[in-house]
């Protein structure tokens, strides 16, 4: 049985019980009808609650523990791995994952955040916070796929870049600045999807692509929540994190309506970790669907698209600006 979230109460009181009738050896016809309707339920149940799901709750929903990452979609989805370590400068990021890997019939070089599932692990890759080292490695690897011709695949999982003193001190900033001018110049396509957290310039620094997506229940924003709240009221509390979580617009519906990513994919009734399998299944049917959109696109073409993509991202006032010009030279 998977962790129970704070508003799952009522789904895991009917789990509970349905789980002690299943056992229950000696259940009569009565009984075994019953299961049936408590089954009916449980699901009207599920897709009652997770589809009006708040940001703050989407946000738990991501941070779930058991919620797949990227060496679970490995095991289940890519074939042939082959994992390449290091930056050829300081060592190897064990929070960004890269490797040569096969989709289907297409050959790919596959590059992602790990967090871990067990503290151990966790603590291992820095719970997906990647270092300068991790970004200067992922854009090491997409230089080799383009020079052998092969699509990208980024899958996106982190609350944010880690944020140590070292970090910074070896050029975090500015190593995921060179990330996002390089993706937009690499002949290669490239696939983005937010199979979790999409924390920041964290995210960003490998979240340059073609087709950009977001699992159902992900979330990618600027900030976390509790930043957020933490600047504007000073206090994350239980009450402000919530706020700034609405505020925020970093739900993939919000993000859809927006134009920031071009697919919601969706997640099995109750939430990706609740169904690895059929998770896996659908976003492998996603990812070969946008490799075969790209394959065959001349590389200038693909460059120029990438470019006015990001280009037609957000809303101005042309007048406004216009006369806001105006007025300042007078």
Not at 151 to 177: F, K, S, V
Not at 301 to 316: A, D, H, I, P
Request: proline share 5%; hydrophobic share 40%.
């Amino acid at each position: 049985m998977p962790e129970r979230l704070p508003f799952e109460q009522e789904i895991g009181e009917l789990e509970d019980l349905l789980a002690r009738m299943e056992a229950d050896t000696d259940a009569s016809i009565s009984s075994a009808e019953e299961i049936h309707r408590i089954r009916r339920e449980l699901v009207a149940l599920k897709r009652k609650i997770y589809n009006n799901l708040s940001a703050w709750n989407t946000i738990l929903v991501a941070r779930h523990r058991e919620r797949p990452q990227l060496l679970d979609y490995v095991e289940s989805i890519f074939d042939e791995f082959v994992e390449l370590h290091g930056d050829r400068a300081i060592g190897d990021d064990r929070a960004m994952r890269s490797g040569f890997a096969r989709l289907g019939d297409f050959r790919v070089m596959l590059i992602g955040h790990q967090k871990g599932h067990t503290t151990k692990e966790r603590t291992e890759c820095f719970y997906g916070c990647a270092h300068p080292e991790g970004y200067r490695k992922a854009l090491g690897k997409m230089r080799l796929a383009a020079k052998f011709g092969l699509p990208i695949i980024c899958l996106i999982d982190t609350p944010g870049a880690y944020p140590g003193i070292g970090a910074e001190e070896r050029g975090q900033a500015q190593l995921i600045a060179t990330n996002l001018l390089e993706m937009s110049r690499i002949p290669s396509p490239i696939v983005c999807v937010v199979i979790g957290e999409g924390g920041s310039g964290g995210a960003l620094g490998i979240g340059i692509g073609d087709r950009v997506s977001m699992l159902e229940h992900a979330y990618y924003s600027v900030i976390s929540p509790e930043g957020c709240a933490g600047i504007l009221w000073k206090v994350a509390t239980e009450e402000t994190k919530p706020l700034a979580a609405e505020a925020l617009k970093l739900t993939a519906r919000s993000l859809h309506k927006l134009g920031v990513i071009d697919d919601i994919i969706p997640e099995p009734l109750g939430a990706a970790h609740r169904d690895q399998r059929e998770m896996a299944n659908t976003l492998k049917s996603y990812l070969l669907r946008y490799l075969r959109e790209l394959r065959g696109i001349p590389p200038e073409e693909l460059l120029r698209l990438r470019y006015e993509k990001f280009r037609r991202m957000g809303v101005y006032d042309e007048v406004a600006e216009n006369g806001a010009a105006v007025a300042a030279a007078q």
